[in-house]
């Protein structure tokens, strides 16, 4: 099972190569987009040791040389301090050569890979190769990049799109139960957001999704990432209002990570904040009460977590300050009408913001 799905973007348009072993098509793509000869891939240990020999025996049978530069696997990567260090390497190597970039791992490696090939000779191409759920049904596709600072997550960063995605799903049979859990957050996002069909499919065959079930992973794959394509055709630089819809769950779920100093994993929080969202939208009449607590239980009947834990109001509320989504003093929420359709609402009162994340504390 393979599909190709395109992103539109008129020149800046790229193909994302879905299903079982599409690795095996990266030198072709490498030859037809013209990416460059020398590759650069910015990993983690882990994916290193379990998929590194089947990458660089591909890349090498493909370009002139490769480099490959292994970064820690947590949220604390995506920092200007290793930024700079990894560029500094990359630099040394680059030396008359075609570099491009290769990123080779989750959300981390992908974010921070596309940051540094944003800002290194002012943008050098570079490719994603997502080996998560959650890589490959969100963040690898859409071109933000981003570094955090002390303050908030994702707050330094740039559009930069990659030249092409290679999401091969048999990368995922070594993923553990908690990263499989990490990419359904964000299936639930895009079911809740824009999908009732994807809704009633978790609903029923969230079960096979966390036994990895090949059928079930593809399905799941190609319905989550047509979807990313298709808003981030419509809205690449999130001016419009359609791509705000994808950050459901994420303002509160970004605030609860930093709150907690990253030891909550973004899926984790991805699945409390649209708890905390779920409740804020019931608590300004837009959704049903049936609606909102059918929504949470889908969350909680998957294992995600449902409660907060371990964090400080005061620290979450504080944290929410700092979003980017925030123009001034004016909050602004993607909140939920209904299953399949949000609403963005500014302004909304301190004291039901308050309430939402109360609730979903212990």
């Given at each position: 099972m393979k599909k190709t799905i395109t992103v539109s973007l008129e020149r800046r348009s790229y193909k994302i190569l879905l299903g079982e072993n599409t690795l095996t098509g990266l030198p072709g793509l490498i030859k037809d987009t013209l990416i460059g000869s020398d590759a650069c891939v910015i990993t983690t240990a882990n994916i290193l040791a379990l998929h590194g020999k089947k990458l660089i025996t591909t890349l090498?049978?493909?370009?002139?040389?490769?480099?490959?530069?292994?970064?820690?696997?947590?949220?604390?990567?995506?920092n200007a301090v290793l930024a700079l260090k990894l560029i500094e390497k990359i630099t040394r190597f680059d030396k008359k050569k075609k570099l491009f970039l290769v990123a080779f791992g989750g959300g981390v490696v992908g974010d921070l890979t596309g940051f540094i090939a944003a800002i290194y000779k002012r943008g050098v191409p570079y490719i994603q190769i997502p080996t998560t759920l959650l890589a490959q049904i969100d963040s690898s596709i859409g071109g933000k990049t981003a570094i955090d600072t002390t303050c908030g997550k994702n707050l330094v960063g740039a559009f930069y799109q990659p030249r092409f995605i290679i999401s091969d799903t048999t990368l995922l049979k070594s993923l553990p139960g908690s990263q499989i859990l990490a990419g359904l957050s964000e299936a639930v996002k895009y079911a809740l957001i824009k999908d009732t069909e994807l809704y009633a499919f978790l609903k029923k065959y969230h079960q096979k999704v966390l036994k990895k079930d090949t059928r079930a992973l593809y399905f799941l794959i190609t319905r989550c990432a047509a979807i990313k394509a298709k808003v981030v055709s419509q809205d690449e630089f999130d001016k419009t209002g359609i791509r705000m819809?994808?950050?459901?769950?994420?303002?509160?779920?970004?605030a609860i990570e930093a709150a907690s100093r990253f030891k909550t994993s973004h899926g984790e929080a991805v699945s409390l904040g649209m708890v905390c969202a779920c409740r804020l939208s019931e608590k300004l009449g837009l959704l049903g009460h049936k609606a909102c607590s059918d929504a949470i239980g889908l969350i909680k009947k998957m294992g995600m977590p449902t409660v907060i834990r371990k964090v400080k109001a005061q620290a979450l509320i504080k944290a929410l300050a700092y979003d980017k989504k925030f123009i001034g003093k004016s909050n602004r929420f993607v909140l939920l009408e209904r299953i399949g359709r949000t609403k963005i609402v500014e302004n909304v009162p301190k004291n039901l913001?308050?309430?939402?994340?109360?609730?979903?504390?212990k």
């Open positions: 090498e049978g493909a370009c002139e040389s490769v480099l490959v530069l292994t970064v820690p696997d947590t949220e604390k990567s995506k819809a994808l950050n459901f769950g994420h303002t509160f779920g970004h913001i308050n309430e939402a994340v109360n609730e979903t504390l």
